[in-house]
Each structure stands twice: as structure tokens, then as C-alpha cells.
């Protein structure tokens, strides 16, 4: 498949971010009619420029977060004792498995990053947590194309990163080339920098071009800086509120008043930070619902 007949994108929308003072963000993901790109759950871009993030210790359970800075430091702690400085080009993943708690602050002036999270596959939701650094990331390399694969497989290009679902992330500069893909997998593309030309469509900074299934290559024409998600599509209906991926309200239900109660028992502790904690939103007065995946024609 090469062309595009019917291009589908999904506009960002700014978000305010709980627990920071003025910021907004720009959310791509989840969209009502695209919850999921492949176990691709959740994407927002901070910045370019941001003066100033601080995200003070707040909760996750059934997610990855992958933090992918584009420009300035950020250092993380969790609740498993990680305390990392995060730089360009490297790879912050921590799975939340049960639960786990989480900071995020910027020690550089002129943040610009995107925060991801990748959908646990029911199986491993009661896993313990963990995390994961990656300074060193493979690259995919072929003509007009420079890509560094900081999830799943590009090519012969694999991450060491952990995965329970076949994904892929990966940020690709490109001035005029061929990207091999999975014809099993769906695939979303978003630029950072400059424009790319994908098939017969234009792309520019700010929305997500969906690609859907059935390729085994896209050829993309830049200069641009792109970001390339994909994977298999994900099976599940999730209930998704604030920090929380589940498959029911009682589970997120139960799972807040954890956090609420402060149960260190599920959550742990972030070291460094006091009493300061980012307090969960009350829940709606309606029951939670999950998230229909839409039915697509590839």
C-alpha cells in the first residue's frame, strides 16, 4: 500500500496538566475514535520551551510510562528507588505492573518532551513494578533515513527495552526515504520539526496521521523530524481515568483510594519529596466505562 485515499488525523488538544501551576499541554492521544494506537494508550508533548516542569510524586497502575525528551534534562524518582537525570536521545520506561509511584522535575530551562504510556496486557497488570534507564538506543539506518528505536523493533534495529506487546517507537529524521513496517501492525506518525510528505499527504507539527494496518513500507519525503508508533492492535477495552489503566471502574475505583489513603503497601514512596504528592480528582458520579475499540476498515 502506498497511498493514503482516505487520510485519517487526529488533532492535539491542550490540557491543562494536574499539579503544575499554568501549564498546558498537547494531548494526541487517547482520541475517541482512536483509544489505542496499537498498546500505544496515551501521548502528550510538553513544550517546545517550556520553562519550567515539575510533576510531583503521583500514582500509575496497568501502564508503561516511556519519557522521550527531546530537548533539556529531567530527572525522575520513583517509588522502586530510581533517581535518574534523563538527557536527549535516551529512554526513561517504567512499568507500573500493580502500582508505583513517580516525579518528574526539569533541571534545564527550554523542556521540550513527550510522555508516553503503553497499555499492560491484563496478564501482566499484577506485576511488581519496575524501571528502566536506557542511555545507549539502537539505530535504523537506510537511505535519506536516521532513526533511533527507543521501543520494539524498526528493521534490524531491536530496543532492549521490555515489551509485553509487539510495539514500536522510534524518532526518525528524515529527508527523502523508505521506512520498512509490519503489515500486522497499525501505525501513526507525528513530526516534531519541519514537514514530511507521507505518500500523497502532507504532515506538519501537531496532528497525528493514522496509517492503519496492511503495509509492509511507507516512503516519507522530509527534511522533518518524525515520531513513528505503532503495534499490533490492542485486543482490550480500557477504562482509562487520570493516572489509572484498567478494565473496570472498581478497579480504578479501588486503586484511587489506595493513593488517597496514602497505601505505600500498593504505591510505595518517592525519596526526596516530603509530604508533597499530587492528590487524586474525585471520581464522576457515574460508573466509569471502558473505552470501545472502534471497528476500522483497513
Same mark, same amino acid.
Given at each position: 500500500?502506498?497511498?493514503?485515499?482516505?487520510?485519517?488525523?487526529?488533532? &492535539?488538544?491542550?490540557?491543562?496538566?494536574?499539579?503544575?501551576?499554568?501549564?498546558?499541554?498537547? +494531548?494526541?492521544?487517547?482520541?475517541?475514535?482512536?483509544?489505542?494506537?496499537?498498546?500505544?494508550?496515551?501521548?502528550?508533548?510538553?513544550?517546545?520551551?517550556?520553562?519550567?516542569? !515539575?510533576?510531583?510524586?503521583? $500514582?500509575? !497502575?496497568?501502564?508503561?510510562?516511556?519519557?522521550?525528551?527531546?530537548?533539556?534534562? !529531567?530527572?525522575?524518582?520513583?517509588? /522502586?528507588?530510581?533517581?535518574?537525570?534523563?538527557?536527549?536521545?535516551? =529512554?526513561?520506561?517504567?512499568?507500573?505492573?500493580?502500582?508505583?509511584?513517580?516525579?518528574?522535575?526539569?533541571?534545564?530551562?527550554? /523542556?521540550?518532551?513527550?510522555?508516553?504510556?503503553?497499555?499492560?496486557?491484563?496478564?501482566?497488570?499484577?506485576? *511488581?513494578?519496575?524501571?528502566?534507564?536506557?542511555?545507549?538506543?539502537?539505530?535504523?539506518?537506510?537511505? @535519506?533515513?536516521?532513526?533511533?528505536?527507543?521501543?520494539?523493533?524498526?528493521?534490524?534495529?531491536?530496543?532492549?527495552?521490555?515489551?509485553?506487546?509487539?510495539?514500536?517507537? &522510534?524518532?526518525? *529524521?528524515?529527508?527523502?526515504?523508505?521506512?520498512?513496517?509490519?503489515?500486522?501492525?497499525?501505525?501513526?506518525?507525528?513530526?516534531?520539526?519541519?514537514?514530511?510528505?507521507?505518500?500523497?499527504?502532507? #504532515?506538519? $507539527?501537531?496532528? #497525528? #496521521?493514522?496509517?492503519?494496518? @496492511?503495509?509492509?513500507?511507507?516512503?516519507?519525503?522530509?527534511?522533518?523530524?518524525?515520531?513513528?508508533?505503532?503495534?499490533?492492535?490492542?485486543?482490550?477495552?480500557?477504562?482509562?481515568?487520570?493516572?489509572?489503566?484498567?478494565?473496570?471502574?472498581?478497579? !480504578?475505583?479501588?486503586?484511587?483510594?489506595?493513593?488517597?489513603?496514602?497505601?505505600?503497601? +500498593?504505591?510505595?514512596?518517592?525519596?526526596?519529596?516530603?509530604?508533597?504528592?499530587? $492528590?487524586? $480528582?474525585?471520581?464522576?458520579?457515574?460508573? =466509569?466505562?471502558?473505552?470501545?475499540?472502534?471497528?476500522?476498515?483497513?
Amino acid at each position: 500500500m502506498s497511498n493514503l485515499t482516505s487520510p485519517e488525523f487526529f488533532e &492535539a488538544r491542550k490540557v491543562p496538566l494536574g499539579g503544575v501551576r499554568g501549564v498546558r499541554v498537547d +494531548r494526541v492521544l487517547p482520541q475517541r475514535d482512536l483509544p489505542t494506537l496499537g498498546a500505544w494508550c496515551f501521548l502528550d508533548q510538553f513544550g517546545p520551551g517550556f520553562a519550567e516542569m !515539575i510533576v510531583l510524586p503521583h $500514582p500509575h !497502575i496497568g501502564l508503561q510510562t516511556v519519557t522521550w525528551p527531546l530537548a533539556g534534562e !529531567i530527572r525522575h524518582r520513583d517509588s /522502586v528507588g530510581s533517581d535518574v537525570v534523563l538527557r536527549p536521545g535516551q =529512554l526513561n520506561l517504567m512499568t507500573s505492573g500493580r502500582g508505583v509511584a513517580h516525579s518528574e522535575v526539569s533541571l534545564t530551562e527550554g /523542556v521540550h518532551a513527550l510522555q508516553l504510556w503503553v497499555a499492560l496486557p491484563a496478564e501482566a497488570t499484577p506485576l *511488581d513494578p519496575g524501571f528502566e534507564h536506557h542511555a545507549q538506543l539502537p539505530s535504523f539506518r537506510s537511505e @535519506g533515513i536516521d532513526a533511533l528505536v527507543f521501543m520494539g523493533a524498526l528493521g534490524d534495529a531491536e530496543s532492549r527495552a521490555t515489551t509485553y506487546t509487539p510495539i514500536v517507537g &522510534a524518532q526518525i *529524521d528524515v529527508t527523502d526515504g523508505t521506512i520498512p513496517l509490519r503489515p500486522d501492525f497499525e501505525y501513526g506518525l507525528l513530526v516534531i520539526d519541519g514537514a514530511v510528505r507521507v505518500a500523497d499527504v502532507e #504532515l506538519k $507539527p501537531g496532528p #497525528l #496521521l493514522y496509517l492503519g494496518t @496492511g503495509r509492509d513500507e511507507i516512503t516519507l519525503a522530509g527534511p522533518a523530524r518524525v515520531i513513528l508508533l505503532g503495534g499490533e492492535p490492542f485486543p482490550d477495552d480500557l477504562v482509562m481515568w487520570w493516572n489509572f489503566v484498567g478494565r473496570s471502574h472498581d478497579e !480504578i475505583a479501588a486503586a484511587r483510594e489506595q493513593w488517597e489513603n496514602q497505601d505505600t503497601s +500498593r504505591f510505595g514512596i518517592v525519596a526526596g519529596h516530603g509530604s508533597d504528592r499530587i $492528590p487524586a $480528582p474525585v471520581l464522576p458520579n457515574l460508573r =466509569l466505562k471502558p473505552r470501545k475499540q472502534p471497528s476500522r476498515n483497513q
